[in-house]
T-cell receptor, first 111, second 117 residues
Framework: QKEVEQDPGPLSVPEGAIVSLNCTYS??????FMWYRQYSRKGPELLMY????GNKEDGRFTAQVDKSSKYISLFIRDSQPSDSATYLC???????????FGKGTMLLVSP | GAVVSQHPSRVICKSGTSVKIECRSL??????MFWYRQFPKQSLMLMAT?????????EQGVEKDKFLINHASLTLSTLTVTSAHPEDSSFYIC?????????????FGQGTRLTVV
């Protein structure tokens, strides 16, 4: 079992839809959770950064962490075609540890 | 957010030659930078941790003699793929975190697509 599991998709939605992206993990020591957006042939861009459990909201994006279930989510409201990209979850055990990434979910938002 | 610049963005080289990729933090200093490799539809795989002024730390299975890392200053790390072969063709990405703030998020470069022919 891989440390971080993420459905690669693609996930296709119409413009304006609410998108839910998820990752599960097996290492209960993970405490820092991040979501990155990666456009084709570009480096990842940080979207959300959360520590421990709970919700965090930033504009149209909401990140949720459920440590009891080892499950994290990213919600995108009012999705736009410009949101079409691959979304990577990443996590680490401590502030100074290295990141472990999911495979990424490809999201396609059609106009 | 902080800016990490990676150069070149794309390179094609002949089999057997060496290629150098640069990673620069433009508006902050970084004692630690990271090098990743990403195959199509795959996750980012950490290759090595680059430490300013000391030897890089390589992940298991990564050949240190093939992937030479130099972190000569607080704003520059380089990755040299030596004697490149077609199987080294991949997307290479670096990341850096502001000095003294390893507890924060990592900022990524734009990536370098290496094609070995």
């Amino acid at each position: 079992q891989k440390e971080v599991e993420q459905d690669p998709g693609p996930l296709s939605v119409p413009e304006g839809a609410i998108v839910s992206l998820n990752c599960t993990y097996s290492n209960s020591a993970f405490q820092y959770f991040m979501w990155y957006r990666q456009y084709s042939r570009k480096g990842p861009e940080l979207l959300m950064y959360t520590y421990s459990s709970g919700n965090k909201e930033d504009g149209r994006f909401t990140a949720q962490v459920d440590k009891s279930s080892k499950y994290i989510s990213l919600f995108i409201r009012d999705s736009q075609p410009s949101d079409s990209a691959t979304y990577l979850c990443a996590m680490k055990t401590g502030g100074y540890s290295t990141l472990t990434f999911g495979k990424g979910t490809m999201l396609l938002v059609s106009p | 957010g902080a800016v990490v610049s990676q150069h070149p963005s794309r390179v094609i080289c002949k089999s057997g030659t060496s290629v150098k990729i640069e990673c620069r933090s433009l508006d902050f200093q970084a004692t630690t930078m990271f090098w990743y490799r990403q195959f199509p539809k795959q996750s980012l795989m950490l290759m090595a941790t680059s430490n300013e002024g000391s030897k890089a730390t390589y992940e298991q299975g990564v050949e240190k003699d093939k992937f030479l890392i130099n972190h000569a200053s607080l704003t520059l790390s380089t990755l040299t793929v030596t004697s490149a072969h077609p199987e080294d063709s991949s997307f290479y990405i670096c990341s850096a975190t502001p000095m003294g703030r390893l507890d924060t998020e990592a900022f990524f470069g734009q990536g370098t697509r290496l094609t070995v022919v």
